[in-house]
Protein backbone atom coordinates (compact mmCIF):
# COMPACT_ATOMS: atom_id res chain seq x y z
CA UNK A 1 0.00 0.00 0.00
CA UNK A 2 1.24 3.63 -0.63
CA UNK A 3 1.06 6.48 1.87
CA UNK A 4 2.04 10.06 2.09
CA UNK A 5 3.01 11.80 5.56
CA UNK A 6 3.21 15.51 5.78
CA UNK A 7 4.20 15.86 9.49
CA UNK A 8 3.14 19.46 9.96
CA UNK A 9 -0.17 20.68 9.80
CA UNK A 10 1.36 24.48 9.91
CA UNK A 11 4.20 26.03 9.50
CA UNK A 12 4.83 29.95 9.48
CA UNK A 13 7.37 31.79 8.40
CA UNK A 14 8.41 35.39 7.40
CA UNK A 15 8.40 36.98 4.31
CA UNK A 16 11.46 36.77 2.56
CA UNK A 17 12.83 33.85 4.55
CA UNK A 18 12.93 30.40 3.12
CA UNK A 19 10.57 27.73 3.82
CA UNK A 20 10.27 23.88 3.58
CA UNK A 21 7.44 21.94 3.89
CA UNK A 22 8.00 18.22 4.55
CA UNK A 23 6.86 15.40 2.86
CA UNK A 24 8.01 11.51 3.13
CA UNK A 25 6.09 8.30 1.59
CA UNK A 26 5.55 4.76 1.25
CA UNK A 27 5.21 2.84 -1.67
CA UNK A 28 5.89 -0.57 -3.50
CA UNK A 29 7.36 0.22 -7.03
CA UNK A 30 8.77 3.09 -8.23
CA UNK A 31 7.31 6.20 -6.94
CA UNK A 32 6.15 9.36 -8.69
CA UNK A 33 5.73 12.13 -6.23
CA UNK A 34 3.73 15.59 -6.74
CA UNK A 35 3.06 19.03 -4.77
CA UNK A 36 -0.05 20.82 -5.25
CA UNK A 37 -1.86 24.12 -3.63
CA UNK A 38 -5.21 24.35 -2.90
CA UNK A 39 -6.44 28.57 -1.95
CA UNK A 40 -10.04 28.47 -0.22
CA UNK A 41 -13.09 26.84 -2.02
CA UNK A 42 -10.68 26.44 -5.03
CA UNK A 43 -9.83 23.23 -7.04
CA UNK A 44 -5.58 21.93 -6.74
CA UNK A 45 -3.55 23.73 -8.82
CA UNK A 46 0.00 21.61 -9.80
CA UNK A 47 3.19 22.80 -8.70
CA UNK A 48 5.70 20.30 -9.54
CA UNK A 49 6.39 16.55 -9.86
CA UNK A 50 9.06 13.99 -9.85
CA UNK A 51 9.01 11.23 -12.13
CA UNK A 52 12.61 10.39 -12.83
CA UNK A 53 15.87 12.06 -13.57
CA UNK A 54 17.52 14.91 -11.13
CA UNK A 55 16.88 14.91 -7.60
CA UNK A 56 15.71 18.39 -7.85
CA UNK A 57 12.79 19.28 -9.19
CA UNK A 58 11.44 23.17 -10.11
CA UNK A 59 8.22 23.94 -10.35
CA UNK A 60 5.61 26.66 -10.39
CA UNK A 61 6.17 30.24 -8.84
CA UNK A 62 9.42 29.80 -7.29
CA UNK A 63 9.15 26.50 -5.72
CA UNK A 64 11.47 23.65 -5.86
CA UNK A 65 11.65 20.29 -4.28
CA UNK A 66 14.11 17.31 -3.73
CA UNK A 67 13.65 13.79 -3.90
CA UNK A 68 15.89 11.70 -1.73
CA UNK A 69 15.16 7.87 -2.09
CA UNK A 70 17.20 7.01 1.49
CA UNK A 71 14.95 9.28 3.02
CA UNK A 72 11.69 8.28 1.18
CA UNK A 73 11.54 12.11 1.17
CA UNK A 74 10.26 14.46 -1.04
CA UNK A 75 10.33 18.00 0.79
CA UNK A 76 9.04 21.26 -0.85
CA UNK A 77 10.93 24.32 -0.79
CA UNK A 78 11.20 27.97 -1.71
CA UNK A 79 14.41 30.30 -1.10
CA UNK A 80 11.98 33.50 -0.62
CA UNK A 81 8.56 33.25 0.77
CA UNK A 82 5.88 35.44 -0.40
CA UNK A 83 2.42 36.93 1.67
CA UNK A 84 0.81 35.48 -1.45
CA UNK A 85 2.64 31.48 -0.93
CA UNK A 86 -0.03 31.42 2.19
CA UNK A 87 -2.64 28.26 0.99
CA UNK A 88 -3.11 24.61 1.68
CA UNK A 89 -0.21 22.71 0.08
CA UNK A 90 -0.64 19.08 -0.40
CA UNK A 91 2.18 16.59 -1.49
CA UNK A 92 1.13 13.11 -3.32
CA UNK A 93 2.62 9.73 -4.43
CA UNK A 94 1.64 7.60 -7.22
CA UNK A 95 2.82 4.18 -7.82
CA UNK A 96 3.53 2.92 -10.83
CA UNK A 97 2.38 -0.40 -9.09
CA UNK A 98 -0.36 0.84 -6.95
CA UNK A 99 -2.94 0.97 -10.14
CA UNK A 100 -1.93 4.14 -10.73
CA UNK A 101 -3.79 6.31 -7.99
CA UNK A 102 -2.65 9.21 -6.52
CA UNK A 103 -2.96 9.29 -3.00
CA UNK A 104 -2.44 12.63 -1.10
CA UNK A 105 -1.11 13.59 2.38
CA UNK A 106 -3.19 15.39 4.88
CA UNK A 107 -1.89 18.76 3.89
CA UNK A 108 0.04 21.02 5.22
CA UNK A 109 -1.22 24.67 5.66
CA UNK A 110 1.28 27.69 5.32
CA UNK A 111 1.06 31.08 6.52
CA UNK A 112 3.61 33.75 5.46
CA UNK A 113 3.60 36.81 7.40
CA UNK A 114 4.05 40.11 6.34
CA UNK B 1 -3.01 22.89 -21.13
CA UNK B 2 -5.11 20.10 -19.82
CA UNK B 3 -8.31 21.12 -18.55
CA UNK B 4 -10.94 19.43 -16.60
CA UNK B 5 -14.20 20.79 -15.76
CA UNK B 6 -16.74 20.02 -13.42
CA UNK B 7 -20.33 21.09 -12.76
CA UNK B 8 -22.22 22.61 -10.72
CA UNK B 9 -19.49 24.31 -9.12
CA UNK B 10 -22.00 24.42 -6.01
CA UNK B 11 -25.11 23.15 -5.28
CA UNK B 12 -27.49 23.02 -2.45
CA UNK B 13 -30.12 19.94 -1.78
CA UNK B 14 -32.56 19.23 0.55
CA UNK B 15 -31.93 16.00 2.65
CA UNK B 16 -33.39 13.03 0.46
CA UNK B 17 -32.58 14.58 -2.43
CA UNK B 18 -29.98 12.98 -5.32
CA UNK B 19 -27.61 15.53 -6.68
CA UNK B 20 -25.41 14.63 -10.26
CA UNK B 21 -21.92 15.92 -10.67
CA UNK B 22 -20.27 16.02 -13.91
CA UNK B 23 -17.12 15.96 -14.79
CA UNK B 24 -15.61 16.37 -17.98
CA UNK B 25 -12.51 16.14 -19.93
CA UNK B 26 -12.09 19.07 -22.40
CA UNK B 27 -8.99 18.54 -24.08
CA UNK B 28 -8.14 14.91 -24.04
CA UNK B 29 -9.31 11.14 -23.84
CA UNK B 30 -9.57 10.17 -19.83
CA UNK B 31 -10.35 5.92 -19.93
CA UNK B 32 -9.86 6.95 -16.21
CA UNK B 33 -11.14 9.26 -13.72
CA UNK B 34 -11.01 9.80 -9.98
CA UNK B 35 -13.28 10.71 -7.26
CA UNK B 36 -12.39 12.03 -4.32
CA UNK B 37 -13.80 14.11 -1.44
CA UNK B 38 -12.43 16.91 0.64
CA UNK B 39 -14.00 17.73 3.95
CA UNK B 40 -12.80 21.23 5.46
CA UNK B 41 -9.96 21.81 6.59
CA UNK B 42 -8.93 17.90 5.58
CA UNK B 43 -6.98 16.26 3.03
CA UNK B 44 -8.65 14.63 -0.44
CA UNK B 45 -9.67 11.16 0.30
CA UNK B 46 -9.71 8.85 -2.72
CA UNK B 47 -13.87 7.48 -3.06
CA UNK B 48 -13.82 5.77 -6.52
CA UNK B 49 -11.37 4.95 -9.39
CA UNK B 50 -13.81 4.57 -12.91
CA UNK B 51 -12.93 3.23 -15.89
CA UNK B 52 -14.43 4.24 -19.15
CA UNK B 53 -17.44 1.63 -20.14
CA UNK B 54 -17.14 -0.68 -16.98
CA UNK B 55 -18.36 -0.71 -13.18
CA UNK B 56 -16.41 1.88 -11.22
CA UNK B 57 -13.85 0.52 -8.23
CA UNK B 58 -15.17 1.95 -4.92
CA UNK B 59 -12.12 2.52 -2.19
CA UNK B 60 -12.99 0.69 0.88
CA UNK B 61 -15.68 2.15 3.40
CA UNK B 62 -17.03 4.11 0.18
CA UNK B 63 -21.10 2.75 -0.29
CA UNK B 64 -21.05 2.26 -3.88
CA UNK B 65 -24.77 2.45 -3.83
CA UNK B 66 -24.86 6.00 -2.24
CA UNK B 67 -22.42 7.49 -4.73
CA UNK B 68 -23.04 5.51 -8.18
CA UNK B 69 -20.35 6.99 -10.63
CA UNK B 70 -20.84 6.28 -14.40
CA UNK B 71 -18.37 6.53 -17.02
CA UNK B 72 -20.26 6.39 -19.92
CA UNK B 73 -17.90 8.30 -22.47
CA UNK B 74 -13.76 9.02 -22.70
CA UNK B 75 -15.01 12.51 -21.60
CA UNK B 76 -17.53 12.53 -18.63
CA UNK B 77 -17.94 10.97 -15.50
CA UNK B 78 -20.80 11.61 -13.48
CA UNK B 79 -21.08 11.11 -9.67
CA UNK B 80 -24.28 10.98 -8.26
CA UNK B 81 -24.91 11.39 -4.88
CA UNK B 82 -28.53 9.35 -3.92
CA UNK B 83 -30.52 10.19 -0.85
CA UNK B 84 -27.82 12.94 0.01
CA UNK B 85 -28.19 13.58 3.54
CA UNK B 86 -26.51 16.36 5.60
CA UNK B 87 -23.47 14.75 6.53
CA UNK B 88 -22.40 14.23 2.79
CA UNK B 89 -21.71 18.12 2.89
CA UNK B 90 -18.49 17.88 1.43
CA UNK B 91 -16.27 19.38 -1.61
CA UNK B 92 -16.16 16.58 -4.52
CA UNK B 93 -13.06 16.77 -7.00
CA UNK B 94 -12.84 14.73 -10.02
CA UNK B 95 -9.39 14.05 -11.49
CA UNK B 96 -9.00 12.62 -15.33
CA UNK B 97 -6.11 10.45 -16.59
CA UNK B 98 -4.81 11.21 -20.59
CA UNK B 99 -4.83 8.02 -22.07
CA UNK B 100 -2.53 8.86 -23.83
CA UNK B 101 0.37 10.61 -21.35
CA UNK B 102 -1.04 9.27 -18.21
CA UNK B 103 -0.75 12.58 -17.26
CA UNK B 104 -3.75 13.47 -14.41
CA UNK B 105 -5.57 16.51 -14.41
CA UNK B 106 -7.88 17.66 -11.62
CA UNK B 107 -11.11 19.69 -11.82
CA UNK B 108 -11.78 23.21 -9.86
CA UNK B 109 -14.47 21.03 -7.21
CA UNK B 110 -18.02 20.85 -6.58
CA UNK B 111 -19.20 22.37 -3.58
CA UNK B 112 -21.94 20.16 -2.37
CA UNK B 113 -24.06 21.70 0.87
CA UNK B 114 -27.44 19.05 1.84
CA UNK B 115 -29.56 21.06 4.07
Known amino acids: AQSVAQPEDQVNVAEGNPLTVKCTYS??????LFWYVQYPNRGLQFLLKYITGDNLVKGSYGFEAEFNKSQTSFHLKKPSALVSDSALYFCAVRSDTGGFKTIFGAGTRLFVKA | GAVVSQHPSRVICKSGTSVKIECRSL??????MFWYRQFPKQSLMLMATSNEGSKATYEQGVEKDKFLINHASLTLSTLTVTSAHPEDSSFYICSARDFVSYEQYFGPGTRLTVT
Open chain 1, 27 to 32: VSGNPY
Open chain 2, 27 to 32: DFQATT
